[in-house]
């Protein structure tokens, strides 16, 4: 009891919640390019509500702005030696800093760079989608030059095709929407969703 209370003392409380406001500080001096990024650069407009964005964000503010601080708060302690507490910060910067990357890869590699309209809805295409195909998201400025870019997948027209993007899905991994091959402009294919949309209603 008298160990909890001299923890919680003003004195040793005081520089913890210190050490942890410029914990936090500092990481939201580096939350606001992330914001960026994730906002303008990998999930703009709309696809950060619908894709991936809103989720991947909430892990990059709580592994910056609160697992970060509160390990900080916890490990303070001005009744430690400055090597112990040397070594205490350095290893929650350590585990602050390989969390972060992490949280950033997967919002980075699970970003969707367009949104293909194929069999009546929307899905995302992403990077990795393009990659083994040999393209990129430039690639896709060809057919659409907006941001996010809207990009219309060809209906496939017989068996042949249908077993053909089939095999690449089942030996590649590339879902049939996101097959290069398949893309055209949307802006083009409008009258075909139309009628797709209108064969829809009267099922």
Known sequence: MSEMS???????LVPRCFAAAVH???GLVILIPLAYLVLIEWY???LFFIDGG????????????VLGPGLTFLAWDIVKSRKKL???ISIIGVLQVLALVWGIY???????????????TFKPLLQSDLTPQGKSAAD????AAHRPPFIYSRPLVDSEELSKAFLVTLNEGIEMHAQFDRLEPLEKNLPAMRTHEIGRAHV
């Not at 809103?54 to 702005?65: A, E, N, P, T, Y």
């Not at 919002?107 to 009546?120: E, H, K, M, S």
């Not at 896709?140 to 057919?143: A, C, G, N, S, T």
């Open 140 to 143: 896709l400025q060809k057919l």
């Open 106 to 120: 997967a919002v980075y590699t699970q970003r969707p760079i367009a949104l293909v309209f194929d069999n009546g």
């Open 44 to 46: 703009p407009g709309s």
């Open 54 to 65: 809103l989720r991947g964000s909430q892990i990059l503010i709580g592994v910056d702005l």
């Open 86 to 88: 040397t070594i205490d």
């Open 24 to 26: 936090f500080g500092v």
């Open 6 to 12: 001299g923890i919680l003392s003003a004195e040793r």
